[in-house]
């Protein structure tokens, strides 16, 4: 995939000015959050929210690793105004069938890589590299492995796996977590209510008209023939 262009400094900076959330605190991590957090979710964007926590360098790469067993199909990169990106993909050991035909390879990793020192993310920065999944895995969680690169040459590498029960670890591996997709009799299943509900309501209502007239004409019968008896 080429690399994408870099936008006017004005508007890098704008964005930046955006995304900005104030003084990074030392223990701030990378983190991986998704507009729409459903297992199986189409066109749904991924934000991989990234600060700078050097007091003296610029964030200036960004190495995002994607799992091939868990794999997000069709991925997209969005532009990031002052930054280029670069996409592998990878053939899968296991391929997904969809309603498009069967998915042999996914995106396996993307790197963004800023123009220039001065458009990387300064300290006490913060910004969301965004992805669009053509549809995420039908899986509770996703672990992503990322590389931050600084300016000076430091890279923290964001890969280790929180223990069930254990402390989180000093650099945390990205996790998404997603919510199981509603089925389609719960999501049917209001409307179902409703209408069973009427359809109840309105035979009810015509038995008990018809119950009240035979009522009425059994009464009127019942009257004619006492005053019948009575001539």
Known sequence: MPGLRRGAVSVGALATALLLIGAVPASAHITVHSDDPVRGASDAAVMFRTPNEESHAATVKLQVFFPTDQPLLGVLVDPHP???????TAKLAHPVATDDGTITDAVSEVTWTADSTADGLQPGEAADFVVTAGQLPDSPTVTFRVLQTYSDGHVVRWIVSQAPGAAEPQFPAPVLDL???????SSSHPMATHAMTSGSKDRTARNLAIAALGVAIIAAWLAAAALARRR
């Open 179 to 185: 919510q199981p997709a509603p089925s389609a009799a």
């Open 82 to 88: 002052g930054w280029h990106a670069g996409v592998k």
